[in-house]
């Protein structure tokens, strides 16, 4: 009893003679505190309203969203340097406030971050509707939950702990686990290399070896298209960028040729008729640039005409589409005309 006696009565001579400036300090620490929380940051809120910019409408919510309890911690932080106090008190006050301070500021930036990856989504959205945005989730994701790993060393780091041993085990750790799955990062790595060169985006018809389809997905691990039989073909990301990839969905436009024959008894006076009547039927499409029509060459059994135009669009059923309204425009030009389509015929002569 008498050791407990002594015990405190060092502690109260230790705190008694700056416990009144502690005090003082605390009081107006918190009052300014408070000031800035409710007053300031109210007029600050009004201002942030009249502007365009939504900005600082965010920076505001993330300071009024703290709560009031950080600024009572902070106060008696505070004041606790102005007086003397045994060690570990002041040691697990600054550890309390550090900890507080660096959630507070993680919260805060992954709020930032999620600001700024809404904005990125909404542009590119904007600008392409068929666009996969999940590489951009994945990597504001990457951020936000790396800043928890930054915020815990900084704390050990606080608390008088080697962190060195910790960040070299880590990396040790790091590189036995990249051995191990060194196929899955590779698929993720080519997943960032098709993110930033797109050579393809979801929508664009490619042909990857003897396959073709849409593309559909763009994973992370894996890229999904659609074959033109209706069956998902699943590539890894990791193959897509290391074969040749054949995409018209790059084509600003599709370049056609086509040739046809009729027979050898067609007038000449009808054959001069025929480029003319071809590139009417062309010209009446839309979206469609004529080339040219020619009179090619003499065939085996019929007299052959090249055509050439552009379709002003990369899809491939508009092309098609196109083709077919062509080709039954010229059969009904060529039945008013009694102009007939050769087909392979012999002609056998017999001498008696």
Request: proline fraction near 2%.
């Amino acid at each position: 009893m008498d050791a407990l006696t002594v015990q405190i009565g060092e502690v109260t001579h230790t705190v008694e003679p700056g416990i009144v400036t502690a005090v003082g300090v605390f009081i107006v620490s918190l009052v300014l505190l408070r000031f800035f929380r409710n007053i300031l940051l109210n007029r600050m809120e009004k201002i942030s309203k009249k502007t365009k910019n939504d900005f600082d409408d965010l920076i505001i919510r993330l300071l009024k969203d703290i709560r009031m309890s950080f600024y009572l911690l902070a106060s008696l932080f505070i004041s606790l340097q102005f007086v003397d106090v045994p060690m570990f008190l002041n040691d697990a006050m600054k550890i309390g406030v550090l900890i507080a301070a660096i959630y507070y500021a993680i919260r805060s930036l992954q709020i930032v971050i999620e600001y700024f990856r809404d904005k990125v989504i909404e542009k590119r959205l904007k600008t392409d509707e068929t666009e996969d945005v999940s590489f951009i989730k994945l990597i504001a994701n990457i951020a936000k939950y790396s800043l928890w790993l930054v915020g815990f060393l900084l704390i050990l780091a606080n608390m008088n702990v080697d962190i060195s041993a910790l960040i070299a085990g880590m990396g040790i750790g790091g590189i036995a686990i990249a051995l191990a799955a060194q196929n899955v990062l590779g698929d993720i790595f080519s997943a960032f290399s098709i993110y930033f060169d797109k050579p393809y985006k979801v929508g664009d018809f490619i042909i990857i070896g003897d396959d073709l389809g849409a593309v559909d997905k763009i994973g992370i691990k894996t890229t999904r298209i659609k074959t033109l039989r209706g069956e998902e073909l699943v590539v890894s990301n990791q193959e897509m960028t290391s074969t040749r990839i054949h995409n018209f969905g790059k084509m600003p436009h599709r370049r056609i040729d086509f040739a046809f024959g009729v027979t050898y008894q067609t007038p000449a006076e009808k054959m001069k008729k025929i480029p003319g009547i071809v590139k009417d039927i062309i010209e009446s499409q839309e979206m469609v640039r004529f080339d040219r029509a020619h009179f090619k060459k003499f065939g085996d059994f019929s007299l052959d005409f090249e055509v050439v135009y552009y379709v002003e669009t990369a899809d491939y059923n508009k092309y098609m589409d196109t083709q077919q309204a062509i080709n039954l425009a010229i059969m009904e030009a060529f039945e008013k005309e009694n102009i007939e389509f050769a087909y392979p015929t012999q002609t056998i002569f017999m001498e008696k």
